[in-house]
């Protein structure tokens, strides 16, 4: 019996010890974890910061005075690790896939600015009304896709933006509809400079880039770089990349330039790419301060890095709308957008998503859109 006993109770010391061990390790394990998770990356710590703010209304977030007081300060893109090897996730609703061709499209979407133009204060509708006018919009402006099939195309709108709400109150009235409309699963961007410097399109792009391929909730696999005043005239007019060798530029028709494609016009307005693509080129220039020429710099980085051929999509009702608009007294015409545009090739291996050095200031999730406040890399 004390034989027994002995070996009965060294049996069930090892089994302690051993249960001891794989505990004692397994907690390190979960610390390392956490430590990993709340230190390594831009993404998680913005994740954090978002979380903090979402007490607060959609009400007090429209007015701006509620930024200043934003938790989120000096999260330099630079101390990101960049990870690229996202999947692109499936839409989580339903198993049938959606069909090639929505039949929720309608056609003409009745783009009408006119009312701003009148100073008619009902128009355009109020950041609460559009938010009230697509109820099944996620908070941060991300629509998970229908509810009764399944999507593959994923998009991220990425908008870069200073002083434009009433350009950004009828876009986001108008994109909503038509991309739900689509059957897409996408998230809106609203990549705002945050300072009273010469605007920079490109770091605003670049910094939207990074943050919405870090996406928590999706992983979109197609990014539309759009700017704020531009607006399709018809859903037909898709929201989907090409993919492979081709970049889709949406926008070459557009009621400014009577519906032609004309005049040395590259790929302004609106563009589509995957972040393959996007990546290959190394995003846009980071050197273009004010207005002009960042639009050509990418025009040649599609050519002649990317080699990609640009698709103008054919069909008729391809048509753009524009808000006309006064220049911007923070957007001077940049005297060396020439210069730059002919040195291009010298810069563009280490000129772009490598070498980013823009500040996100601030990240707020309103129902209608995530607002993505940045301080460029002073000139
Ligand atoms: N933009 C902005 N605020 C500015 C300047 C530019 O929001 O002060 C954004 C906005 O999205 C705009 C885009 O940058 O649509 C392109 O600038 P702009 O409209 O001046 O160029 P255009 O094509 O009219 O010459
Ligand atoms: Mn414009």
């Known amino acids: 019996m004390k034989n ?185 961007f609203v990549v705002e400079q945050d300072d009273d410097q010469v605007f920079n399109k490109g770091q605003l792009m670049n910094t939207g880039f990074i943050y919405a391929h870090n996406d928590t909730r999706f992983h979109p696999k197609c990014f539309f770089f759009h700017d704020v005043d531009t607006v399709s005239e018809d859903d037909r007019t898709l929201y989907r990349c090409r993919g492979g060798n081709e970049v889709l530029h949406l926008s070459h028709r557009i009621d400014k330039f009577n519906y032609r494609f004309c005049c040395g016009m590259t790929v302004g307005g609106v563009i589509g790419m995957t972040n393959e693509q996007f990546q290959k080129l190394n995003g846009f220039s980071n050197a273009y301060y004010g207005w002009g020429a960042e639009d050509d710099d990418i025009n040649a980085r599609i050519v002649w890095i990317g080699r990609f051929s640009i698709y103008r999509p054919p069909d008729d009702y391809i048509r753009f709308k524009m808000i006309r608009h006064e220049n911007d007294k923070k957007n001077p015409k940049n005297n060396e957008r020439v210069a730059l545009l002919n040195s291009w090739n010298k810069r563009q291996s280490k000129d772009g998503l490598n070498s980013l050095q823009s500040t996100i200031t601030s990240v707020v999730e309103y129902p209608t859109h995530t607002r993505i406040l940045v301080k460029p890399k002073p000139k």
Request: charged share 25%; glycine share 6%.
């Open 4 to 188: 027994l006993g002995g070996v009965f109770c060294r049996k069930q010391c090892l089994v302690a010890v051993l249960l001891l061990a794989t505990f004692y390790l397994g907690m390190n394990f979960v610390t390392i974890e956490i430590y990993v998770k709340k230190n390594l990356s831009l993404k998680k710590r913005i994740e954090y910061n978002v979380k903090n703010d979402k007490t607060r209304t959609f009400s007090d977030q429209v007015g701006s005075e509620s930024y200043a007081d934003s938790n989120i300060h000096d999260v330099n893109l630079n101390s990101t690790s960049i990870s690229f090897e996202h999947t692109t996730s499936a839409s989580r609703r339903g198993d049938i896939p959606c069909p090639d061709k929505s039949p929720l499209l309608k056609g003409p979407v009745g783009v009408n600015f006119e009312g701003a133009e009148k100073n008619d204060s009902n128009w355009p509708p109020t950041f609460e009304e559009i938010a009230a006018a697509y109820p099944t919009l996620e908070n941060g402006g991300y629509y998970p896709g229908p509810n009764d099939c399944r999507t593959e195309n994923t998009v991220a709108i990425i908008i870069p933006f200073r002083d434009r709400e009433e350009h950004l109150r009828f876009f986001l009235y108008y994109i909503h509809g038509i991309l739900q409309r689509q059957q897409a699963r996408y998230r809106i």
